[in-house]
């Protein structure tokens, strides 16, 4: 087993790029560290499909708000590495933010209009325009001719297949169904915040999605009720604070009558101190659960 490449300067990473590009397809996964197995799904799909895997980590402050946890996110590197050379990565790339953003602000910023101020965008101020300029960035720097993004941050997702597509970036993005625990909790770096007590809370997202899903099933396309099923499972199960509970179109994140088309389920809540994001994807007509 053979420790990835640890690389932290863009002109090393883009030149090992370069050379790496030349042996075949690259995949990208990148990420903030505090790995778990839904990042691992991620390189094991890019293994699977592509010659060389690079993985970035790098906690992008300009995706956090002044009064979220920028400072206290959870920085786990050495066990990352060792968890990327199981999984048989080729780079880590590891820059530090003043490599990234050497004036110390972000200078040129990569904004998304109408999608990115909506979902996560409305209460998480500038948040898709902090994603989509270090995503953007890590496209120039890596060269991938695929990216890989998990289903759970689908709003993210949204944001990011617009700016592909608007900037003409030469890569295919691809979206991994959302792995979970045995109990249904969407996977997240942030799970370790929460107490015992928080953590059996925190099922409600999962529950609301899962009751919303089996009305589909039975036949129910109302958007709104849908989505009054969802709030009252939360409300009724635990003591979150509801950021937005939605049924939206999974592509331009508006609001949407009926399901009858697909849509996208999303919920968003803080359970304790801990914000979470959930979500089911619905496929058109038949309405069936694309990602669980």
Known sequence: MNRPELITSIAAMREASRQAKKRGPIGLVPTMGALHDGHLSLVR??????????????????????????????????????????????????????????????????????????????????????????????FHITLPDVAFFGQKDAAQVAVLRAMVRDLNFPLKLIVCPTVREPDGLAMSSRNRYLTISERAQSLALYRALSEAHGEVHRGVQDARELRNTMMRVLQSESSARIEYVEVVDPDTLLPIEDVSEGALLAIAAQIGGTRLIDNFLLAPSTGSNLCE
């Open 45 to 138: 799909a890019a293994r699977a499909a592509c010659d060389s895997v690079v993985v970035s980590i790098f906690v992008n402050p300009t995706q956090f708000g002044p009064d979220e946890d920028y400072g206290r996110y959870p920085r786990t590197l050495d066990a990352d590495l060792k968890l990327l050379a199981n999984e048989e990565a080729d780079f880590v790339f590891v820059p530090e933010a003043a490599e990234i953003y050497p004036a110390g602000d972000t200078g040129t910023l990569v904004e998304v209009p109408h999608i990115g101020d909506r979902l996560d965008g409305v209460s998480r101020l500038g948040h898709f325009r902090g994603v989509a300029t270090v995503v953007a960035k890590l």
